[in-house]
């Protein structure tokens, strides 16, 4: 099974600043098959990233998916009072899912 | 548009079945993609639990495979997920989800394992 480890566990940042979310995997995720989730209280996840750095649809420009292999990153290049939430990295290259831990993105 | 909604009991007793039922609409299951479950426990991440495909070959979480099922029903655009021997533990707010990645969930639903 992949273990994924996310840092920083909580970021505190103001809008307009850019934050900068890590996401590293015990052993290499194949075809960079990597997601990243948005999630706010209450709701569902939301798919921002897949293929470690195609946006989904509707996704706006300033999140920006990196990586390949064991590091990957989700870079929000100036932060949005909307974009203030938990952060979560998944792999889907094996057959058997995994998440990170997540990573929350809270105001300062 | 792929819709998803679960349902099923949101109380369980200690080492009874859970059992949830996904409900698709706007796509068929017979049409293709891997369609799982994910759980996440008040407070805490996400975990996936499982998925099945929709020829019926079916992929758990080895830390559940034991006590998990996960099944299809085409005639009806469903598929489940039955959890045997349930325990407090097991209490959390259950997904369902078309998969890989997991691009449209359901809104979530809290199941309470409790007496």
């Known amino acids: 099974e992949i273990v994924l480890t996310q840092s920083p566990g909580t970021l505190s940042l103001s809008p307009g600043e850019r934050a900068t979310l890590s996401c590293r995997a015990s052993q290499s995720v194949s075809n960079n098959y990597l997601a990243w989730y948005q999630q706010k209280p209450g709701q569902a996840p939301r798919l921002l990233i897949y293929d470690a750095s195609r946006r989904a649809t509707g996704i706006p420009d300033r999140f920006i998916g990196s990586g390949s292999g064991t590091d990957f990153t989700l870079t929000i290049s100036r932060l949005e009072p909307d974009d203030f939430a938990v952060y979560y990295c998944?792999?889907?290259?094996?057959?058997?899912?995994?998440f990170g831990g997540g990573t929350k993105v809270e105001m300062k | 548009q792929v819709q998803l909604q679960e349902s099923g009991p949101g109380l369980v007793k200690p080492s009874e079945t859970l059992s949830l039922t996904c409900t698709v609409s706007g796509r068929s299951i017979s049409s293709g993609y891997y369609w799982g479950w994910i759980r996440q426990p008040p407070g805490k991440g996400l975990e996936w639990i499982g998925s099945i495909y929709h020829t019926g070959s079916t992929y758990y979480n080895p830390s559940l495979k034991s006590r998990v099922v996960i099944s299809v029903d085409t005639s009806t655009n469903q598929f489940s997920l039955k959890l045997n021997s349930a325990t407090a533990a097991d209490t959390a707010v259950y997904y369902c989800?078309?998969?890989?990645?997991?691009?449209?969930w359901s809104q979530g639903t809290l199941v309470t394992v409790s007496s």
């Open positions: 998944q792999q889907y290259g094996s057959l058997s899912l995994t």
């Open positions: 989800a078309r998969e890989r990645p997991l691009q449209e």
